[in-house]
């Protein structure tokens, strides 16, 4: 059974940084894409990051240069650095994987 845990959310102000973290488990890591998406109140969840098995990575227009993501297949996780932080991020955050989604971990940045 496939399950992917995230954490690394929290409150954090205008320009702050967080890092996410997402564990997979019942799932050949190495073997797949990892993606992140976020759901903002009263909005559709969004695409925000993903990495392939061999590092490719893509972005949303709206984070790039201030996130990245990256992997540790060693340790069956992906992360999700979040930089300069704005208010318009405050969302929660998805990672997911072979159509599979974690339970999500809330981000509010304050202005």
């Known amino acids: 059974q496939v399950q992917l845990v995230e954490s690394g959310g929290g409150l954090v102000q205008t320009g702050g940084s967080l890092r996410l973290s997402c564990v997979g488990t019942?799932?050949?890591?190495?073997?797949?894409?990892m993606g992140w998406f976020r759901q903002a109140p009263g909005k559709q969840r969004e695409y925000v990051a993903s990495i392939t098995p061999g590092g490719s990575k893509n972005y949303a227009d709206s984070v790039k240069g201030r996130f990245t993501i990256y992997r540790d297949n060693a340790k069956n996780t992906a992360y999700l650095q979040m930089n300069s932080l704005k208010p318009e991020d405050t969302a929660v955050y998805y990672c997911?994987?072979?159509?599979?989604w974690g339970q999500g971990t809330q981000v509010t940045v304050s202005s």
């Open positions: 019942g799932i050949n890591f190495s073997s797949n894409t």
């Open positions: 997911s994987a072979r159509s599979v």
